[in-house]
């Protein structure tokens, strides 16, 4: 089965990482940019259990690991299997 | 964001009636917000000022003292280093990484904000025990974020300190200290004085980040600090070094009338701060500040402490020039106010007034509180207990468990991760010295940087305990062959409205100032960090030392690695046998007791003087403190530096040899000289009245200890040096 | 030999480089904003260590789109000597100066430290006044220098000599043990087919005075002089 | 309008910090973990353009800015609009 985390900023937390890319593409040309926001993409392929079992302990993952709760939010989604 | 109540933003009924009367009238929630700010301990040191009096903070060499954004000592040639320490408790502790980078942003602002260009970082650290996994967290996040952000700037982080202890569980303590360069002639000063010009603001923009945190800082973590924790400020390190440069460029052109960062309290903090310098009012329209997020308040806009930005007050005339710098550098200045006569801080939402206050209500008239200490029953308890009432551990086993224990094993996981040598000027490295020393380019001389204080022996006995941390950084300054000049320091405590902590803290400093005027080290900055209590416990009272130091020829700076095959082993000040405190009565018997071998200032004084006289004839190879681990642990550090073995033999009358070997008594320290210095080695020492014993060889390939002629240590130097350059990394794996 | 040290926004070891040629090596050197956009009267330049525009996105992604960015490549087209160091390397990648890209340390930590390289061709600009198979030590101090390439790429650049430094042990051993951050073949160091450009991890302003502990990157810097006053001419 | 750039490391090209997250994982006990990779997840909100346009601009940003075509490839998403 194979699952992707996508793991984002939260609203409100500065993203010096989004304003600097926004900038270059700025420098690049590409004026109609407004906003650049850069998270993470988390892929996990992993065996056996249901679905509903997977969900839950991706979430688990997500929380104790992948995302930081304090600043990040995550979103867990089973894309295969 | 809802409302809080006066209480919730920690002023009590008293200040919120003190703010009525000086008001004449109920506060709005904009002018409450402000008072309570500034009101915090963090920013107002209502229960430290007292205390802070007592410190020695003049002396010849002192440029700047206690008062603005860092402390000013001379060095010569019209140079002078910039420094100040502070801390990050709170923030670190919800936000490891985060929390420590946003830490080293403050610190370093409050250098550069004195025209100085930031040269060298270092940081103290305090963690509950390794084996936690939550506590390995936060401490490889702490690493990294004092890394992340450190090395962006490309101000090498040269030194500081980590020491794991129970009492840090729930609430490690991040000081980041910060030293600076600058030419005499162009210090800044946070002021803003001519009335009418404007003020501007420059570098991030402003978000909802940290709101309250002076006051969130100023209380005791809990379950309910999470939930009512403001937004987590996350830096930008980019941004900053980007400020750095434009700021430094601005007074190298003598642009500005006045700089000052954004700290603790933000934009209220940084404006009543300058204008209160000289009596001045201000009249600021938030409308004009610029937002990171929509539908910010004039409370939120004024309360914010987001990260990376700046407040200046340009000379009349020079905006257009200074527009120009922050344009080269990619930023852009805005105009929020101007200085005005009357002495009131004006706000403006447009043309609309939200708030008034007297700036002096806001800073002067932070309330004073002169609380009284009651000496802790632990106290007497701890001291009468006599560490030779225990039966004698295996000395072998003690000697590799101090090896491999956090709080002496090499730091070398933590500092591989800071670039230190960035700038290059470092020519004494992490783990090579008792002390950090730079050389500074265009010169013979060279400057020395400490941090130290042990929290278990001022837990035990905070007035010893003081001058124990003063005593230990001037100590390791002389060590490596520099003078110690002056000092900062981060007063971190617990509860000052509990009387046994405030016990702690009037004593503390009762030491350290004792001992700073005994060798003429005046405090010229520091920090306070208060409230650092958690569920179960208060922390043991650290009172963080940062020192700096001077020495003239930076080709006579020492290590601490024994260097030849023959060299000689000389130990300088007494044969003690002292365990009280020491961490081999904690990790051999799990007991933190005992009396704290006592501090005699004339004889550290003494040594100090024997030490610099040491390095100007360049007699030693090798010289080391005696500290954490006592002298059987500083002859294992120089030879697992110098990747060397010795043969020592200590002599005495009594049976057992635990003392001698691990007391951690001050005012000693262990050298190495080739043998045709002895003589001159001794002379010195006779002529500043230190005792000076022979202990041995520096030879083979084995750390031998003997007594009395008989082995009683012996490890080979392979097991030494994983044992005590392991430990830390494999327990981080 | 004049040198240029191109600055760019958050480049850290700029002032490192100009000092040691102005001070240490003694040439006229100056700083190249990053907004200039002509280069002219330059023997080589010098592409910093550092954070520029603060790594984001990619170690040298921005940086790359500089302004001056152009007029240095028309430089090394020229023939024009270029040494990127840390930083400067990844932007010379970025740029395509240099083939491969850089991926995090395998430790995934930042690691200062002084490492061990092993000279793999003497025969160039920069590294003429040393042996092949020379040991040197030079610090290192990066968060991701763990150097990729396909395998094609590998083979021209052993084929064409492009490999100047490896990473090795003190005796020249060239073994996983002694690679810091997993590079692939242990590569420390490449420069491009024309030999005019070096990309290194490596510090070499770091250690090219007695103060600071070792001269070793001294003689990187020398090499260039001497290729100038002589070879080239 | 707004979009999303999905951009994970070539295959073949390792990925240190996937392995290292792995590994904690199992530590952590999610033994049924096979795989992880860890990519970047950019989103863009931009203004005007047409769909066609937007999706051919994007492509550009990401090949010359946002991915490194030496070791990444990437995915354009608009999301929104
Ligand atoms: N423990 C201390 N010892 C000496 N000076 C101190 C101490 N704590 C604070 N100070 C001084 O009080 C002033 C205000 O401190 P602080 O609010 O931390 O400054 P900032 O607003 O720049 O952070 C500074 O000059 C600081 O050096
Ligand atoms: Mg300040």
Redesign the interface.
Known sequence: MKATIYVTLKQGVLDPQGEAVKNSLHVLGYQEVNEVRVGKYVEIWLEGKNRAEAQKELEEMSDKLLANPVIEDFRVEITEG | MKELTYREMGLNDQEFENIKTIMGREPNYLELGMFSVMWSEHCGYKNSRPLLRTFPTEGPQVVQGPGENAGVVDIGDNQALVFKIESHNHPSAIEPYQGAATGVGGIVRDIFTMGARPIASLNSLRFGPLEDARVRQLFSGVVAGIAGYGNCLGIPTVGGEVYFNPSYQGNPLVNAMCVGLVDIDQIALAVASDIGSPIMIVGAKTGRDGIHGATFASEELSEASAAKRPAVQVGDPFMEKLLIEACLELIKEDLVAGMQDLGAAGLTSSIAESASKKGRGVMVDVSKVPRRETGMTPYEVMLSESQERMLIVPRAGKEARIEEIFTKWGLDATVIGYVTEDGMFRLMEGNEQVGVVPVAALTESCPVYYREGEEPAYYQECRSFNPFDLEPADLAPALINLLQSPNIASKEWVYRQYDHQVMTNSSVLPGDGDAAVLRIKGRSKGAAFTTDCNGRLVYLDPYQGGMQAVCEAARNLACVGARPLALTNCLNFGNPEKPNVYWQMQNAIKGMAEAARALNTPVVSGNVSLYNESADRAIFPTPVVGMVGLMPDIARRRGMAFKDEGDLIVLLGELSQELGGSEHLYLAYGLEKGAVPPVDLAKEKSLIELLLDLAEKETLASCHDISEGGLAVALAESAIKGKTGFKVNLEQPLSRWDGLLFSEAPGRAVVSVKPSKLDELIAKAKEQGVPCLTLGRVEGSKLIYQGNGQELIGVALDQAVSTWGDAIRCSMK | MKFGVVVF??S??D??CY??IK?VLEQPVDYIWHREKEIKGYDALILP???S??????TG??AR?SPVMPAVMEFADQGGLIIGICNGFQIL??AGLLP??M???????????PVWLKVQNEATPFTNQLQKGEVLQI?I?H?EG?Y???PSTLQSLKDNNQILFTYCGPNGEEDDIHNPN?SMANIAGIRNCKGNVLGMMP?P??CS?E???GTDGFKIFASMLKWCQEVRL
């Open positions: 926004p958050g850290n070891c002032a490192d000092h040691v001070d260590g550092g954070f525009y603060g790594d984001y996105l990619r992604a921005i789109f990648l970025e491969g890209a991926l995090r340390n395998r430790s995934l930590t930042f690691i200062c430290k610090p101090a968060g763990n990729f390439c396909d997993g510090h302003e770091r005075e103060v600071l502990g």
